[in-house]
Nanobody, 114 residues
Framework: QVQLVESGGRLVQPGGSLKLSCAAS????????MGWYRQAPGKQRELVAT??????TYGDSLKGRFTISRDTAENTVYLQMNSLKPEDTAVYYC?????????WGKGTLVTVSS
């Protein structure tokens, strides 16, 4: 059973930066696809970014401000967020796909406010 634990969420001012981390445990294998999704209050969960060993994919309008990266050997994924806006306020969830199963973390809250 893969477990995902996110960290790094906090209150940040508009225009600020934040880096989220997600560590996966419980897998003896390298996880092919890891990613980040977010859910703002009253809205559906949406894609932020995903990363495989070769490719990255970003949600609409996030590329350029957000950068996903990973430590493949450690099954850890990161999300660098720059130029944060109040509309980036959301719970950010880590996601992993392994052998056809999808796993989710419990989320970390990012609040962008002055």
């Amino acid at each position: 059973q893969v477990q995902l634990v996110e960290s790094g969420g906090r209150l940040v001012q508009p225009g600020g930066s934040l880096k989220l981390s997600c560590a996966a445990s419980g897998s003896a294998f390298i996880i092919n696809t890891m990613g980040w999704y977010r859910q703002a209050p009253g809205k559906q969960r949406e894609l932020v970014a995903t990363i495989t060993r070769r490719t990255t994919t970003y949600g609409d309008s996030l590329k350029g401000r957000f950068t996903i990266s990973r430590d493949t050997a450690e099954n850890t994924v990161y999300l660098q967020m720059n130029s944060l806006k109040p509309e980036d306020t959301a719970v950010y969830y880590c996601n992993a796909d392994l052998f056809g199963s999808t796993y989710w973390g419990k989320g970390t809250l990012v609040t962008v406010s002055s």
